[in-house]
């Protein structure tokens, strides 16, 4: 298989929720890694962006994945030479990157189907991710800085 790259780093690791990309890595020729958040938007499936959520780590030593019993849906691949420390738990790992269908393409590289979003929120009302608030549940706190719902007034995470 062809390696996948991002920037000129080589994506090394995907973990998948349903087989949407949900998280991904990357490391540099010295191994080191950066993380990036993926996730879907407002319902649509096809909708998907990512977040740069940071860095740190190393290819032999990536944090394994561990999801709680009766867990379904979730799958991973990695690259041949990268190793997780510890072992995963409930999800399941893939021989093959797997094709993503976006908006415009498809693509076994989740860059390319996905488009960067520099923040994201949560909406629990609609069990939705948002790029800045949910037009029907939440607003805007400008004195607080802060997302709020609108039914009562609590902080969105
Ligand atoms: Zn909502």
């Known amino acids: 298989m062809r390696n996948m790259y991002h920037e000129g780093e080589r994506i090394v690791y995907i973990v998948y ?4 990309p949900h998280e991904v890595m990357t490391a540099s020729e010295g191994g080191y890694l950066s993380w990036y958040d993926f ?6 499936k096809r909708d998907i962006r990512w ?6 780590g190393r290819l032999t030593e990536i944090r394994a994945p561990h999801y709680i019993e009766g867990t379904k849906g979730v799958s991973y691949w990695m690259a041949s030479d990268a ?3 510890g072992k995963p738990k409930n999800c399941v ?3 093959k990157p797997k094709r993503i269908r976006g908006w415009r393409r498809t693509s076994i590289n989740p860059f390319k189907v996905a488009d960067e979003t520099l923040s994201y ?3 629990d009302r609609c069990d939705q991710h948002v790029i800045d608030e949910c037009q029907e549940h939440q607003y805007w706190d400008d ?3 802060c997302v709020r719902y609108y039914d009562n007034n609590e902080v969105a995470e």
């Open 143 to 145: 004195e607080n800085s």
């Open 39 to 44: 996730n879907y938007f407002y319902g649509d």
């Open 17 to 20: 929720h349903d087989s949407i």
């Open 93 to 95: 790992r893939v021989a």
């Open 121 to 123: 929120g949560y909406c």
């Open 83 to 85: 190793r997780f420390k």
């Open 51 to 56: 977040y740069n959520s940071g860095g740190g």
